[in-house]
């Protein structure tokens, strides 16, 4: 479930720059004020589709379940314009595989017609979403991420031991997404399915970016 306090605070802050009132919103959505009220107020927890009729009608942007992998960049002392405070989403391109090669030489190639998602992710430029492929980073417990779900990939970000990371070597067609790892002053590329073998990391593998968020459309 998306978070409460923050959907409240968007709710409440673009009812204000539209001077809209409860009353005119719950009109709007065709329920009693009351029951708007409520959900302002945590009284009670509306349902993400009720979530998303109180977007739309607010003319915002629908909510989407995604799994909590997050990288902060701001810090409590950076200040954010309103759009970024209470607008959290971000435009970000879908990229392929085999593209990512290219992420620090430039912009990406466009192979066709751009396809675009959102995040609540502000990243300073140049990220991207890839479309998970196989079952190598599915776990068996714990943190798993499965085919199919989208990763949003950030080049700003240092790639350290424990994050999830986007690497390519120079004899590979595309690149490879694993969990950087640090085990004797030596670091691996680890995978979250047990069944798939570690890779050494050498000189010659290129890090394209770390993996700060994962989504499961529906």
């Known amino acids: 479930m998306p ?12 009812m204000s720059d539209l001077n809209i009132t409860q009353e005119i919103l719950a009109e709007r959505l065709g329920m009693s004020q009351g029951g708007v009220g409520h959900w302002l107020k945590k009284r009670r927890q509306p349902s993400i589709e009720d979530m998303n009729r109180v977007l739309q009608a ?48 430039g912009e990406l190639p466009v192979y066709g017609e751009r396809r675009f998602e959102l995040s609540d992710y502000h990243a300073r430029e140049g990220a991207f979403w890839l479309r998970v492929e196989g079952d190598a980073m599915t776990a068996p417990s714990g943190l798993s991420i499965g085919e199919d779900m989208l990763i949003l990939v950030d ?20 690149a490879t997404f694993r969990k950087l790892v640090e085990e004797g002053g030596q670091r ?17 593998c290129r890090m394209i970016g770390v993996v700060v968020q994962a989504t499961f459309k529906f």
Request: overall charge negative; glycine content about 4%; proline content about 8%.
């Open 188 to 204: 691996y590329l680890v995978p979250l399915n047990p069944t798939y073998p570690k890779m050494l990391f050498t000189d010659d």
């Open 58 to 105: 607010l003319g915002l942007e629908f909510l989407e379940v995604a799994m909590v992998i997050r990288e902060t960049e701001a810090s409590e002392d950076d200040e954010l314009s309103l759009t970024q405070k209470y607008n959290p989403y971000f435009r970000y391109p879908v990229s392929d595989w085999r593209e990512t090669g290219h992420v620090r030489d």
């Open 155 to 174: 080049p700003n970000v240092e790639a350290i031991p424990g994050k999830l990371v986007i690497a390519r070597w120079p004899s590979s067609a595309s």
């Open 3 to 14: 978070n409460m306090d923050k959907w409240i605070e968007l709710v409440k802050a673009k």
